[in-house]
């Protein structure tokens, strides 16, 4: 790729770890190793490639094991089942029995006769569109990307004996890769490829290592001997700053690792403005690796587990005994404090193959959610049981996804009835006064919450589909992004409503759609008496500050205010000045 300025050259990618780090760039291009294919010129020689192949996948084992040691004696336990992924990989029937198959009856070399053993396990991956799942087909791609390095006699990329620090730049990086870098040498990482919930990004936030992944062709633009600012706040690349970026970025980090600083001191503190306003901050998850970061940030427990992803990471459903083991793990790790656990919220555009649903016209608007299992009444009911016995391991809540009306979700507690009384009648121990509640997520429920109120113990305010059904915005359509707004007068008054519906049935409500954690908001929620918070962990030491800044008696009047104004634009304008003047330093531009 040409670079098309000397200095300033900017890339847009995704935010991998927060931070941000100014440093020498070491490309470390994982992408390009050359195979070299040949037919076999005669049978004898097979015998020979085999053992070529065994010997790398043993070496790729070892090496493996070595990083396993590595992540247990650093601190990174909670990463280590990464490894032992890599491990089962490594011993995987249709790798290794294809592979030699193919050497043996094509007659050709291990490399070619690998290359397309992996091709077809990376096809069958690849089938599945979803985004978890392309992190897991990464795993695969680094199992056999290790094995064609031993077979080529390649030395491992050291990332510990470091002499200066740098700032790692390639396609990709595994995550034995990622755990070994040193945080005293490697500052920060930029790839290629890679999301939100790629390994490597879930380890680099371990780890506490600022990256930016899915940069596309970042191992292209930067040059050996580059320096560049990695801001993983934005997601933003600098190749080469000029004197005057340089100079903005470095008093960018300064503040940032100042606020960072400061903002551990709310950790341990209530969240409770100055007048005695309680309110929970809470977090949400997808993955147990996350728990750790939830915990280190003072969040009092997770408001919403988003259990899809257990079921989004194979071709086959999660057995009883694994979503046990998965939400036990969950609940045993906070402890003392309580998990809300989700019910699967599958359908729409992230469906399991094995179910073969039918892709829809409106996935939005489909057979998603509680509607999906209230279809499918025996999946249901394995979860179900599994988490009810985890409620037997700590404090354990259970919420359903996209309930519209009434009827859903009386067929829901009868449902949940029929497995409780399954398990009583086997003398399997449970919390028999497990707490339920419903996303409000759909206008409908809304308009019923007062109803709804009556029938469960809590609500929580799903405001991610909230502001897409009500304002008619697709939320993952980018052509339609801008219209997308949390601060709208018509989702505000939606709000409003359910929290006065909740309150006056006699029930909590809470909030865990991303409006919750974002600081401009949190006076107007303190406003309307909500009594959660659940928001990714990274942004609870910056929610807890704002709300102990401001007092309830003064949110309200805000909320007074803000209920006057007719559109969004004046609602944010008028948050932003407000904050500005609270907090020069955070939205002092
Ligand atoms: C929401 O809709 O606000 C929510 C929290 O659920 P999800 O983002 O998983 O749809
Ligand atoms: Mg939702």
Known sequence: MERKRKED??????????????????VVDRKKIDIFTYRLISETEAPSEEERFKYAVETSKEQCSRAKEDMLSQDAKDVVHIMDAHLLILEDRMLID????????????????????????????????????????SDIGHVGKRIFRNLLGKKEENFVDLEEKIIVVAHDLSPADTVQMSKDKVIGFVTDIGGRTSHTAIIARALEIPAVVGLEKVTEAVEKGDSLVVDGTTGIVIINPSKAILNEYLEKKRVYESLEKELFKYKDLPAETPDGFRIKVVANIELIEEIPSVLKHGAEGIGLYRTEFLYLNRKELPSEEEQFRAYKGVVEELHPYSATIRTLDIGGDKFISRLELAKEMNPALGLRAIRFCLREVEIFKTQLRAILRASNFGKVKVIFPMISGVREILQTKEILEEVKNELKATGVPFDTGIKIGIMIEIPSAVTLADILAREVDFFSIGTNDLIQYSLAIDRVNEHVSYLYEPLHPAVLRLIKQVVDCGHNGGIKVGMCGEMAGEPLHIPILLGLGLDELSMNALSVLQVKKVIRSITHEESRQLLDHVMGLATASEIRSFMKAEMRMRFPMEFGK
């Open 98 to 137: 294809e592979t030699i198959k193919r050497i043996r009856e094509e007659k050709i070399n291990v490399e070619w006769a690998l290359e397309i053993t992996m091709q077809k396990l990376l096809r069958a991956f690849k089938e599945i569109d979803d985004e978890y799942l392309s992190a897991r087909d």
């Open 9 to 26: 050259y900017i890339i847009k990618g995704i935010v991998g770890s927060p931070g941000i780090v100014i440093g020498k760039a070491r």
